[in-house]
């Protein structure tokens, strides 16, 4: 079931606004969707690989420069498919578990 | 005071704590491992060092500027273990890791095992593949090398498709093991050296990464390289197959020697047993002094034969199991009970020629009993006592060793320790009967006591008729020293009469001159008169002249044989 949910919360993350891994990082931990960070950076890898984002260098007051994540216009399409499949199945969950 | 190492992660500096760096660096080499092959392994590992670096930078101020285990440990907490690095959608990952993740079994691949090889690890990899012990595999290639000769073509076809597992991660692969970090950290901890070469690899590894595609070709260099590591690795095994056989040879050499010394001195039929044959003891008895002197010169012997015999035992030891060590001193100790050995043969040498210093002899006179009627005195040797001795060559002197279960009708035959032969020679008597006398002599630590020896031989002779039979053999029985003992007897032939030498006195007669210096064996058979001038053949064929042709004849042949021909014709002519 947490298959690729993650992404569609990332990808939802930086529709918003542009983030760097710790951000992203800061927001999944408070939502308890990723519990080691790891993870994060192969899945970012492999959304960037598919074009669905990009991202650029931006220099940091407190250490080396950043990599600040933003969808591509292939990524908002994708968002956009991914949010009604997501909204038909939460529809049909909520539909099947509060029938009886 | 821990020593700190500076280290850039992610473009910044940490000073590191020694131990603190070396489980940060085996947690991200675990991870590189887990991306071994990812198109994108070397972005992602620098994202993860950047935001490593992060962490890091969190947890410094201005008090605490040195990164420590502890920070270590809880970076690696936060960021998981390379499991956890494993995104499920990637295809990439699919194929290698999804079943080790959801499985409880983990998939094995066949690798070419670097740690436990012989030639190229092909053996100890398809072992460890197939969970078998790499020695039937090898014994497997080496019996189908003997019987069809198709070992090595199989060999090398399989080392070069056979991939050489060259990190930690493939080195557990090949064994079925699970990729984590606990399962790298105990491996990389079984051998440092492994380690090492590991972080070797690493480094050719991330500089060739483009050239990885053409695996075929690495695979082919990977093998040539080797070769000329299996090279030495054999001549090194041969060399220390060499040496297992040669400790065998020493081995046995030197246990054989201790077996064959020890049973020599204390077994049953040893010099020193009280048990087994007693002939053998009670000689060397007779030989020896005293107690105490056999004691000095057996312990002697010991040292002086079972040191070396020692020797050789341990070092086929040594050579046959290398965990064997011994002690610098060993040599020298050694040697040391060696030259002991020496010291105490010498020790009991010099007790025995003491005890052999002086030497003494005494004439005793016979009475033959023969009628005066005898003109013919046939001589003869007792020899059907000793029929069962036939001695080829002389032990000790002209002395013969008694050997048990004989006979002897005038001796104690179960107490004789030591047979001697006798001799007699004819001389001129000087009045007209026949004289036997017989001349003893030994050696001892004084006259007295060589005397004393000399008395101690024991011999018989009869007269039956007009023969005069001698015993070949005196004896020396349990009790008496053996001391150099001899006996020679002497017959005296009065002028006129004459001696029959019979051709069983061949074992007694010794030296009789004669006035054709004939020799010994010449005269049996033969009967010889006494004459002025000495004993005379009055049975012989040839006579006078045919003598003196043949000392002719002799002298002749006893020229040079570089004398020229010529010189030798004229020689004859003149």
């Known amino acids: 079931m947490r298959k690729g949910v993650l992404e569609f919360v990332i990808l939802q993350l930086l529709s918003q606004k542009e983030m760097y891994p710790s951000d992203i990082i800061g927001e999944l931990k408070e939502s308890k969707l990723i519990v080691v960070e790891g993870t994060l950076y192969p899945l970012l890898t492999r959304l960037k690989n598919a074009g669905l984002l990009h991202y650029r260098w931006e220099e940091s007051k407190s250490g080396p420069p950043r990599k600040y994540y933003k969808l591509t216009e292939l990524g908002e399409q994708f968002l956009n498919e991914l949010s009604q499949t997501w909204n038909e199945l939460v529809h049909a969950v909520k539909q099947t578990t509060t029938k009886d | ?190 051998s440092f050296s492994g380690m090492k070469e590991d972080i070797k690899d690493f480094g050719n590894r991330n500089k060739f990464s483009g050239e990885r595609a053409n ?134 040498g010099a007790h025995l020629v003491k005890d052999r210093r002086a030497q003494a002899e005494f004439t005793e006179s016979l009475k033959p009993n023969l009628a005066a009627s005898v003109d013919t005195l046939v001589l003869d040797a007792e020899s059907s006592e000793f029929s069962r001795f036939r001695f080829s060559g002389d032990f000790m002197d002209g002395s013969v060793f008694f050997e048990g279960g004989v006979t002897i009708p005038w001796a104690d035959s179960t107490n004789v320790v030591y047979v001697g032969k006798n001799r007699i020679t004819i001389k001129q008597a000087a009045g007209d009967q026949f004289l036997l006398e017989v001349e003893k002599s030994a050696r001892g630590s004084s006259q007295k006591d060589a005397i004393r020896n000399a008395r101690q031989m024991k011999s018989n002779w009869s007269i039956a008729g007009d023969s005069l039979r001698l015993s070949p053999y005196f004896v020396l029985e349990t009790g008496s020293k053996i001391r150099g003992q001899e006996a020679r007897y002497h017959l005296f032939v009065p002028i006129g009469k004459a001696v029959h030498l019979a051709p069983g006195s061949e074992d007694i007669i010794y030296n009789i001159p004669n006035v054709t210096n004939t020799y010994d064996w010449d005269m049996l058979g033969k009967t010889w008169l006494m004459t002025e001038n000495g004993l005379k053949c009055t049975t012989c064929q040839y006579e006078g002249k045919a003598d003196e042709e043949d000392e002719i004849d002799t002298r002749e042949e006893y020229q040079p044989d570089n004398y020229p021909e010529e010189y030798e014709e004229e020689n004859e002519v003149i």
């Open chain 2, 215 to 348: 695996s075929a070709g690495k695979q082919i260099g990977d093998v040539i390289s080797d070769f000329f590591d299996a090279l030495g690795r054999v001549l090194k095994v041969l060399i220390v197959v060499l040496a297992k056989i040669f400790g065998v040879v020493l081995f046995m050499a030197g246990l054989l020697g201790l077996v064959a010394l020890i049973t020599s001195l204390f077994g049953m039929d040893s010099f020193l047993s009280s048990t087994g044959s007693r002939e053998v003891s009670e000689f060397v008895n007779s030989t020896l002094t005293d107690p105490s002197n056999r004691n000095l010169f057996f312990s002697g012997i010991a040292l002086v034969l079972g040191i070396p015999a020692l020797s050789l035992l341990l070092l086929g030891i040594r050579l046959l199991f290398r965990q064997v060590r011994y002690t610098g001193y060993l040599p020298i100790i050694l040697l040391i009970f060696w030259f002991v050995g020496i010291g105490l043969l010498a020790a009991g």
């Open chain 2, 1 to 190: 005071m821990n020593k700190t190492i500076n280290v850039n992660i992610g473009g910044r500096i940490f000073s590191i704590e020694e131990d603190a760096y070396a489980k940060l660096e085996k947690y991200l080499r675990a991870i590189r491992n887990s991306f071994e092959g990812h198109q994108s392994a070397d972005e992602i590992i620098s994202d993860i060092e950047l935001r490593i670096s992060e962490l890091f930078a969190e947890r410094i101020s201005e008090s605490k500027q040195v990164i420590i285990l502890f920070d270590v440990d809880a970076v690696i907490g936060i960021m998981g273990s390379p499991e956890d690095y494993i995104d499920p959608e990637d295809d990439e990952f699919e194929e290698e890791f999804t079943h080790k993740r959801t499985g409880r079994t983990y998939e094995k691949r066949v690798f070419r095992d670097p740690d436990d090889k012989l030639l190229f690890g092909v053996c100890s990899g398809l072992s460890a593949y197939l969970g078998w012990d790499p020695l039937v595999l090898r014994a497997i290639f080496v019996i189908s090398t003997l019987a069809w000769g198709v070992g090595p073509i199989i060999y090398i076809i399989l080392a070069l498709i056979i991939p050489k597992a060259k990190t930690t991660a493939e080195k557990l692969q090949m064994r079925g093991e699970p990729v984590t970090v606990d399962n790298i950290s105990k491996k990389v901890n079984e």
